[in-house]
T-cell receptor, first 111, second 111 residues
Framework: NAGVTQTPKFRILKIGQSMTLQCTQD?????MYWYRQDPGMGLKLIYY???????DKGEVPNGYNVSRSTTEDFPLRLELAAPSQTSVYFC??????????FGPGTRLLVL | QKEVEQDPGPLSVPEGAIVSLNCTYS??????FMWYRQYSRKGPELLMY????GNKEDGRFTAQVDKSSKYISLFIRDSQPSDSATYLC???????????FGKGTKLSVKP
């Protein structure tokens, strides 16, 4: 039981490039989340999903896109990377009662 | 006024001290209150979960919720160097809502 896994662990992007951050969970959770964490700023919700085929925007969705074709996978797509997207990205899934399980994070640097 | 306020610290204490971590909030509809612990370069992990008001104890950790004052606390007794981490409070309105996180308090326990 691996929990929530994320790839890659670290990535450097040039301004304007695109990439997909991968997230997979093996706990059969319906709810999944993408957060970004900037130094001293806590966690901000980017997108979330309540099940396969259903996604919705969080607090800071601009510049990102998501899809949820299976229960296990919830990839986050960055189009036209900007320096403001330099951050640590965490994927999470929700079990019961109200426990969110976080992945190890992806560190992204946009130069 | 931000929804959730948390002093970022850093907080440095000697081993064996009692630690008090706090958050205040403005939304009286919050019902679910959590504390997450995040070690450096790791994802957050759930430490304590409380529904509505009152106290909850788990080993050396006690979570306290005072809804009348919109104030939550986490107490750590007999603190250990292994408790050195960032502690994030989080809360939500109902079972369908999304978590709102504080910015986190960085704690260092010195041997």
């Amino acid at each position: 039981n691996a929990g929530v896994t994320q790839t890659p662990k670290f990535r450097i992007l040039k301004i304007g490039q695109s990439m997909t951050l991968q997230c997979t969970q093996d706990m059969n959770h319906n709810y999944m989340y993408w957060y970004r964490q900037d130094p001293g700023m806590g966690l901000k919700l980017i997108y979330y999903s309540v099940g396969a085929g259903i996604t919705d925007k969080g607090e800071v969705p601009n510049g990102y896109n998501v899809s949820r074709s299976t229960t296990e996978d919830f990839p986050l797509r960055l189009e036209l990377a900007a320096p403001s997207q330099t951050s640590v990205y965490f994927c999470a899934s929700k079990g019961t009662p109200e426990t969110q399980y976080f992945g190890p994070g992806t560190r992204l640097l946009v130069l | 006024q931000k929804e959730v306020e948390q002093d970022p610290g850093p907080l440095s204490v000697p081993e064996g001290a009692i630690v008090s971590l706090n958050c205040t909030y403005s939304n009286s509809a919050f019902q679910y209150f959590m504390w997450y612990r995040q070690y450096s370069r790791k994802g957050p992990e759930l430490l304590m979960y409380t529904y509505s008001s009152g106290n909850k104890e788990d080993g050396r950790f006690t979570a306290q919720v005072d809804k009348s004052s919109k104030y939550i606390s986490l107490f750590i007794r007999d603190s250990q160097p292994s408790d050195s981490a960032t502690y994030l409070c989080a809360m939500k309105e109902g079972s369908q809502g999304n978590l709102i996180f504080g910015k986190g308090t960085k704690l260092s326990v010195k041997p």
